[in-house]
């Protein structure tokens, strides 16, 4: 089964508006969990490390005021897109380690209207 | 610093064809190795994993050998079916402390019947 559960799986949401992706370690407590972003036939690009307890580290080009990462207890890691547009559509998926394996949630569609 | 160098696709093959997807690594250590499929709409599931050299990872199917002296993790299935119509990522990490994965571009794959 799954041991990496991200939510929701679709969202829709206007522009100017924001929303918030959850990835939920199951069964296991994280310290540390990726944020990727997947544009359309193309690889996985990291976005930030998320950090139990600190603040993300955030990849070169990536807003940090735009991607909001919160990372407040061991099972769970927020992503939140502020004042989405219709650029920041993509498709967001999370990971987290467990033991010498990497796990990653179902992945969440974002569409920006 | 590490990469991973992936065959271009897209590749086309036939139902029971015989299927390689070439992968190449460079790295300053010893890392893990992976390959990864991603399924339509879907996110990333792990399908095999090597940790050392020499270690083969199998599943369903399909197998990959740690080759540290071609610093390669060839993907390879005998018999491919049409549900085996996917994109594949090969990835590297260290496995240490907040290391994310280094993933090639991504190889898609279409089996036709």
């Known amino acids: 089964g799954a041991v990496v559960s991200q939510h929701p799986s679709w969202v829709i949401c206007k522009s100017g508006t924001s929303v918030k992706i959850e990835c939920r370690s199951l069964?296991?407590?994280?310290?540390?969990m990726f944020w990727y972003r997947q544009f359309p036939k193309q690889s996985l690009m990291l976005m930030a490390t998320?950090?139990?307890?600190?603040?993300?580290?955030?990849e070169q080009g990536v807003e940090k005021d735009k991607f909001l990462i919160n990372h407040a207890s061991l099972t769970l890691s927020t992503l939140t897109v502020t004042s989405a547009h219709p650029e920041d559509s993509s498709f967001y998926i999370c990971?987290?380690?467990?033991?010498?394996?990497?796990?990653f949630g179902e992945g969440s569609w974002l569409t920006v209207v | 610093g590490d990469s991973v160098t992936q065959m271009e696709g897209p590749v086309t093959l036939s139902e029971e064809a015989f299927l390689t997807i070439n992968c190449t690594y460079t790295?300053?250590?010893?890392?893990?190795l992976f390959w990864y499929v991603q399924y339509p709409g879907e996110g990333l599931q792990l399908l095999l994993k090597?940790?050392?050299?020499?270690d083969k990872g199998s599943n369903k199917g399909f197998e990959a050998t740690y080759r540290k002296e071609t610093t390669s993790f060839h993907l390879e299935k005998g018999s491919v079916q049409v549900s085996d119509s996917a994109v594949y990522f090969c990835?590297?990490?260290?496995?240490?402390?907040?290391?994310?994965?280094?993933f090639g571009k991504g190889t898609r794959l279409s089996v036709i019947a």
């Open positions: 090597a940790t050392k050299a020499d």
């Open positions: 990835a590297l990490s260290d496995l240490s402390g907040n290391t994310p994965l280094v």
């Open positions: 790295a300053t250590g010893y890392p893990s």
């Open positions: 069964d296991f407590q994280a310290t540390t």
């Open positions: 998320s950090n139990e307890g600190s603040k993300a580290t955030y």
């Open positions: 990971s987290a380690r467990v033991g010498n394996t990497i796990y």
